[in-house]
């Protein structure tokens, strides 16, 4: 009995004397390693305006059966206002911006894109920039024909340009969007015909927009009055298609508040998604701002509500 406690008490010295020396030399690694592994590089949400709820705006006041509006301060970095920011909306063709997006990352706007028989498959009420099959066109004049004129056709000859079908290039779209913090939108095409599961948020489309201006190309194309694009057929036949804003500013059938520049942006409308559009605008200062606005119940509607967001906001006047 008394030779097992010996044993059993130099078995717990050495035991402690090891355990001690273990935790001195834990310590000093710790010390030495302390926040080697913490990411510190560029945080997720340096550079973006940033909110966690609703942010009202003096001067604002949305239509109680608007789907969304947002106004976004990107030289402030601040949300200057957030109406149902993080609600569920369905898109339409404001769609077209992420897949724009898409294609200026991965393709080449010199690339001649043959058009196909997909690509032309669309109902007479659907918008097309009219493309025929075999048509041949270059990939930039299909950005401009789906980002000014907003042609369903344009956006399905992109994808299966860019990823050989639709279904691919969604997959690429719906990467995209998870790389950029869009946790609430989920895409099914790259046009915006009304799917269930097609869906966004207003504040996912501001971190969409966000990056797509940040491409002068992109930028470039929604500021212009109009474009020219040349189509060469199957038969080769070269014609030309004029393709104009569908936004009312751009169009110049709305006018725009005193004290601000709408350089451009997309709309988007169907019967589930009312109507919507997303702007990339300035104040005399140049100083940049997106608005968007979803949901409203008809085109006069949606720029009377544009409008007062924007002198609310940038302007700091309502009209």
């Known amino acids: ?28 690694y710790e010390a030495e390693n302390y926040n080697k592994n913490v990411y510190q590089g560029t945080l997720f949400s340096s550079g973006l305006c940033v909110t966690t709820g609703e942010v009202s705006l003096d001067g604002f006041s949305p239509d109680t059966d608007l789907h969304a509006a947002g106004l976004f301060d990107l030289e402030g970095q601040n949300v200057l ?26 393709g080449n706007m010199d690339d001649e894109v043959t058009v196909s028989a997909h690509a032309t498959d669309f109902n007479w009420d659907e918008v097309t920039s009219g493309l025929r099959t075999g048509d041949k066109v ?15 056709d344009c956006g399905t000859a992109i994808a299966e340009h860019i990823a050989g079908s639709e279904e691919a290039f969604v997959e690429m779209m719906n990467e995209e969007a998870a790389a950029l913090g869009a946790t609430g939108t ?25 990056e797509c201006i940040k491409d002068e190309r992109f930028v470039e194309i ?12 199957a038969d080769g036949t070269v014609r030309k298609e004029t393709w104009t804003p569908t936004q009312a500013y751009g169009a110049g059938t709305a006018k725009v508040p005193d004290g601000i520049r709408v ?38 509607r949606l720029y009377e509500q544009m409008n007062a967001l924007m002198s609310a906001g940038i302007t700091g006047t309502s009209e």
């Open 81 to 106: 206002c957030g109406y149902k920011l993080f609600d569920k909306v369905y898109p339409a063709s404001t769609t077209k911006i992420m897949t724009a997006l898409i294609a200026l990352k991965n």
């Open 1 to 28: 009995m008394i030779t097992f406690v010996v044993l059993i008490g130099v078995a717990a010295t050495g035991g402690v004397i090891i355990w001690g020396q273990f935790r001195n030399h834990t310590a000093a």
């Open 263 to 300: 350089l451009g942006g997309k709309t988007g409308t169907t019967e589930k998604a009312g109507n919507c559009v997303i702007l990339y605008d300035e104040n005399m200062a140049e100083s940049p701002y997106i608005s968007v606005i979803m949901g409203a119940d008809g085109v006069e």
């Open 138 to 152: 270059t990939m930039y004049d299909l950005l401009c024909g789906l980002l000014l004129h907003s042609g369903n």
């Open 222 to 233: 929604i500021s212009m009055d109009s474009y020219e694009g040349t189509l060469t057929g």
């Open 186 to 210: 989920h895409f099914m095409n790259p046009h915006g015909l009304h799917d269930e599961n097609h869906y966004t948020t207003a504040y996912d489309l501001y971190l969409i927009f966000n």
